[in-house]
DNA sequence: CACATTGGCGCC
DNA sequence: AGGGCGCCAATGTG
């Protein structure tokens, strides 16, 4: 039984059927599940460890979550159509000639809510984003079957899927939060939390000292217009509000000014309300969409967890008797980069623990720094400053990276499609990115609309050059995070992976297997580049911390 | 009034 | 510098 659809009863409102399939996609028996014995039913099947197909994981796997179940592999066919949609490799496939779908509509509804046990009841997931998951799954899979690169696609999409169950997972776990800490930390910051959620006592300080400075008394400090004007009226020569237009001033208003901005920030993106909103019973709940950005990554809906603050990461603690296990890939997109490429020169420099290091060892630049500005640059598309007087010496030496990134930004400029090593394409470039390159083209070089063109043109490039490197780092996540998550269940004491960010994953775990899961993590790195690049020779280095709170971890 | 956009800044 | 995001507050628009 490789595949096991389930499939909402249209007779009988609650109730689901268990559809059979092959491992084309042929449909074989039915089993009928009565409303309210889902969870019972996928527990007996996942015994036979088939692949669950379902329209969507973020709205299946909650209920099953809530009711203590979890399951080991699915078929995700709203974020599996989407690759499959968009990829070069299956553009001759029925499933990409055909019209939009219900299939094509973003993620519905809003999650299910994990903070409490006291609705523990399973919630109906609603209707199914498509009309038929039967024949959705079969077009998938001959789509798949017919690419260029059945087993790439295969790949990505066992990744994706893989990568929503753990999604899930980790919102339904949660983060170990502790709030007394955060608390603490933003009182020290701010001073204590104002009863009535009026501004903190230290943030009115610097609001009066910046008045003062600029000798305008009622000054409001939070409008970006009224404060540009105060500045300007005090004769300093900024364009805006900016932090690195006020860090060039010789003024006392720039010291109070600066540290206003920064604390006002963490009150408004991580202060009490955040808190309040986001953390309950000490665990912070966010939302992750995964493949919510064009390249693969995730993204977050609520909570912002992607872009939690180096400054409240304190409050991130395991518990009594539990570590944290945190660790994150050493310059990633660099190593991907080199593997993709099969530049072995670049290879040789990521053998090293830190590839930038690698790259000063092998002379081509003279530091450290130098090395990451012109590695970035190559990745991300410099045309000034340091990186950009740095390329030529990083393109003699690494000829065939650098070739890989410059390839895929003529790709772009000429409005084409790239695609990462598994085969996610890139988005094609807007409608009136077009015709702004058709009129360029019928008025001549000279024209406004032909330099517009080419300086969209080079914009184009920059994404598809960053699109391949960043969202085959991001497959590579996945992998990593899947193989983790396979040897999590090997270890003792329920470990579970509690957070992810790009290059980074975190496990909560019992202090006694600390070690085995550090050692897990290793091993599942390894297994990704094997997974992706086979015998490649690049290392993906890991720095792996076991700590009792996040800030401790490098 | 609700909704969309912008400036600014946090993360990788 | 350069790529990808999300979030907040203020401001602009229908």
Known sequence: MPYLLVLDDPAHPGAVVLQEADDTGRPGARHPVPAG??????????????????????????????????????????????????????????????????WDAPRSGPPVAVETSLFDVLPDPGPTAGPDPAAELRAQLDAVSGSAAPGRLRLLLAAESTGALIAAEMQHDGMPWSTRTHDALLTELL????????????????????????????????????????????GLEVTSTRTWEIQA?????????????????????????????????????????????????WATSGGGALQLPAAVRGAVRADPGWRLVVADAAQLEPRVLAAMSGDDAM?????????????????????????????????????????????????TAYPRAVALVEQAARSGERGEQVSTWLGRSSPLPGEAWQARRRAAATEGAGSEDAAAARRQGRDWGRFTRNFVVQGTAAEWALCWMASLRRRLRDIDGRPHLVFFLHDEVMVHTPAHVADQVAQAVRDAAAEAGRLLFGDTPVDFALQVAVVDSYDQAK
């Open 37 to 102: 014995e889902l969870a019972a039913a996928v527990t007996r099947y996942e015994h036979e460890r088939p692949r669950w197909v379902w329209d969507d994981t973020a709205r299946r796997y909650p209920p099953l979550l809530a009711a203590g179940m979890r399951i080991e592999r699915c078929h995700d066919l709203r974020l599996c159509h989407a690759i499959l949609r968009r990829s070069t490799l299956t553009a001759g496939s029925a499933l990409a000639a055909a019209p939009p779908s219900a």
């Open 191 to 234: 001073g204590p939390r104002p009863a009535g959620g009026g501004r903190p006592a230290r943030l009115e300080e610097l609001a009066t000292q910046v008045r003062d400075a600029l000798g305008q008394p009622s000054l409001h400090l939070d409008s970006q217009p009224d404060l540009l004007r105060a500045l300007r009226a005090a």
């Open 249 to 297: 001033l010789d003024h006392p208003v720039t010291a109070p000014l600066l540290a206003y901005k920064k604390l006002s920030r963490l009150l408004s993106a991580n202060g009490w309300a955040w808190m309040d909103t986001w953390v309950h019973e000490g665990r912070f709940h966010p939302d992750y969409v995964p493949g919510g950005v064009v390249t693969g990554r």
């Open 347 to 395: 290879a040789s420099a990521a053998r090293h623990t830190d590839l930038y290091e690698g790259v000063v060892d092998a002379g081509i630049v003279a530091t450290r720094k130098d090395a990451k500005y012109a590695m970035l640059g190559a990745i991300y598309g410099a045309t000034t400053g340091a990186s950009a007087v740095l390329m030529p010496r990083l393109t």
